[in-house]
């Protein structure tokens, strides 16, 4: 019964040994090739992984570093807006004082103008009242003069006059001295 046991199994229904299988010895060979395989190619994945590992890493620090960069420049940017603006502040309120000074010295200049035309004025005034106050003066001694020779020859006679005219004479050095 035994070789008829084994005779059976030879026959394809049960296998003989695992040595003796086809699918065994696949099984080992593709075993074995990935085994050989498996080295180069960990090597070649691992490789692979820590070159993009390492541009990752790289990226990120190129982030980083122009995040830093950018931030850097912001800072800068404020920093110089916010000069900007007191410089812009400093050159209106320096406007306005200039402004401020202009007109305060234009105010002035207006009101010494004025001052000066009217004391111009004033004096035209007062110079036209003395002119004709002398004027009028130089009229009524002219007036006083016809008026007094008038009545001199119509009142003096010629004894009169010439009493008059011997005591102006004796008068005259007392009034020149």
């Known amino acids: ?11 394809g229904i049960l296998p003989q040994t695992i040595f003796a299988s086809p699918a065994f010895w696949v099984a080992i060979a593709f075993v074995i090739f990935v085994l050989i395989c498996a ?7 691992v490789k692979a992984l820590d070159s993009k590992i390492s541009e990752i890493e790289a990226s990120i620090e190129e982030a980083t570093n122009l995040r830093d960069e950018a931030q850097d420049l912001l800072a800068g940017y404020k ?9 812009a502040e400093a050159i209106v309120n320096e ?12 105010t002035n200049d ?3 103008s ?20 002398a004027e009028v003066k130089a009229m009524t001694a002219d007036i006083a003069l016809t008026a007094t020779r008038q009545l ?9 006059a010439d009493d008059l005219i011997n005591s102006s ?6 009034k020149l001295n």
């Open 79 to 87: 920093r110089k807006l916010a000069d900007a603006e007191q410089q």
């Open 1 to 11: 019964m035994i070789p008829n046991a084994y005779a059976s199994t030879t026959s």
């Open 169 to 174: 004479i004796e008068d005259l050095p007392k």
């Open 152 to 160: 001199l020859i119509e009142n003096i006679n010629d004894k009169k």
């Open 39 to 45: 080295k180069p190619i960990w090597k070649f994945t």
């Open 110 to 112: 207006l009101e010494a």
């Open 95 to 106: 406007a306005r004082k200039e402004a401020l000074a202009l007109k305060t010295r234009m």
């Open 114 to 133: 004025l001052d000066r035309r009217e004391k111009l004025a004033i004096d035209r005034i007062a110079q036209a009242e003395n002119d004709a106050t």
